[in-house]
């Protein structure tokens, strides 16, 4: 039972190169299908998400917090009777584009580009992954996803202004995108603030005493769970106060980005696309919690001592290898010394680097940087 604002897989403005359609599975399903079987989509499970394997082999990687992320957005976009193969394809590939080594390789990555009078841009990224250097079938290049599904890589998280990329303007830049690709940042959001404040607890860098005394939304949790099991081990307590904080983050971005739509009175998709603002969103009150949430793992986790080494590590290998390519393109692999004949070095290399797994790029920075 699909909403009025939902988007309509028969209704897709379809494929790049066209494909006779499957007798069981639609267009949205097939994308997903697509997504799961790329080969940067398996580099995710070794690519850190907030903590490197030196912590734990429990903690979530890439590939895991990709999962929980479509979890969470299955659930949201059910209750929101919105396209559930459609959002969940959009979760399964929002990561797709990150470099190895989390933020502090993508903000490396970006430097050294920023350096050569470029940028480096994960959605872009992600879009060139699913265009370009997936090449899995012999009809054509890339894995042949629906509009909707590009446009959700592009616009799911933020806005691009059309005149700076003009290389995006089949997009629709001065549109909104359709709600299921406007879930996303905040499902993801959902996803990392309340699993890195477990595996932030777990890693033993934040005490259960520094988030309750932080973190309002978590201590009222916390008081309710040892009212109703004051004998159970403190990590269960954890857990239920957290998961508390879950269901309250979810839930009330179902219900608001429900009474978004009422009010507005948004009944198609056209509507989603000609708001001046995004339809989906929390509520005042749980927008405070989720920024107060933000701000302290920022403060306390991101940003800590005990993770800044890993970020200086990841700093001084990226910007080694790429020094090390930029000097010696010959060392590269032969594709890419084919691609550098079209593109830019500095981008080719970019590219390189961005696909590789945690593992890879440190044998690699030992191999040529003796690190
Ligand atoms: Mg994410």
């Known amino acids: 039972m699909l909403a009025g604002y939902a988007v309509h897989v028969e209704q897709s403005r379809g494929r790049r190169f066209s494909e006779a ?3 069981y ?14 080969r940067a989509f398996r580099r995710l499970e070794d690519k850190t998400q907030v903590f490197t394997r030196r912590y734990s082999d429990h903690f979530r990687n890439r590939l895991t917090h990709t999962i929980e992320v479509a979890q969470i957005t299955r659930t949201v976009a059910g209750a929101l009777n919105l396209n559930v193969d459609l959002a969940e394809t959009l979760a399964l590939v929002h990561d797709l584009g990150h470099p190895p080594f989390g933020h502090a390789g993508e903000k490396a990555l970006d430097a050294v580009m920023r350096s050569h009078g470029s940028f480096f841009d994960h959605n ?22 629906t509009f909707e599904v590009r446009e959700g890589i592009i616009k799911h998280s933020r806005d691009y202004d ?24 905040l499902t993801d959001e959902v996803g990392y603030n309340t699993a890195d404040i477990d595996d932030g607890y777990e890693a033993h860098l ?7 005394s ?32 879950f269901n309250r983050l979810t839930s009330d971005l179902i219900t608001n980005t429900q009474s978004h739509i009422e009010r507005a009175g948004i009944n198609t998709v056209a509507d989603v696309r000609r708001e001046p603002e995004r339809i989906a969103g929390f509520s005042p009150e749980a927008e405070a919690d989720r920024k107060q949430i933000k701000a302290f793992l920022y403060e306390n986790l991101y940003y800590s001592p005990s993770l800044a080494e890993e970020k200086d590590e990841a700093e001084e290998v990226v910007n080694g290898l790429f020094a090390f390519w930029l000097e010696n393109p010959s060392a590269l692999p032969r594709n890419y010394q084919e691609k550098a004949e079209q593109e830019s070095l500095p981008r080719v290399i970019c590219d390189y680097i961005a696909g590789m797994t945690d593992h890879f790029i440190v044998e690699q920075y030992e191999k040529y940087c003796g690190g």
């Open 21 to 23: 359609s499957h007798p």
């Open 25 to 38: 599975r639609n267009d949205f399903q097939r994308d997903r299908d697509r997504i799961i079987h790329a």
């Open 124 to 145: 872009l990224h992600a879009l060139r992954i699913v265009e370009d250097f997936e090449q899995r079938y012999a009809a054509f290049p890339g894995l042949n996803l």
């Open 162 to 185: 059309a005149a700076q990329h003009p290389e995006l303007a089949e997009y629709l830049l001065h549109q909104r995108p359709p709600i299921e690709a406007q879930l996303i940042d």
């Open 206 to 212: 934040l005490t259960l005493e520094q988030i309750v």
């Open 214 to 245: 932080s973190l309002p939304i978590f201590a009222r949790f916390f008081r309710q769970a040892q009212e109703t099991y004051p004998h159970v081990a403190e990590k269960l307590k954890f857990n239920e106060a957290l998961k508390a904080v």
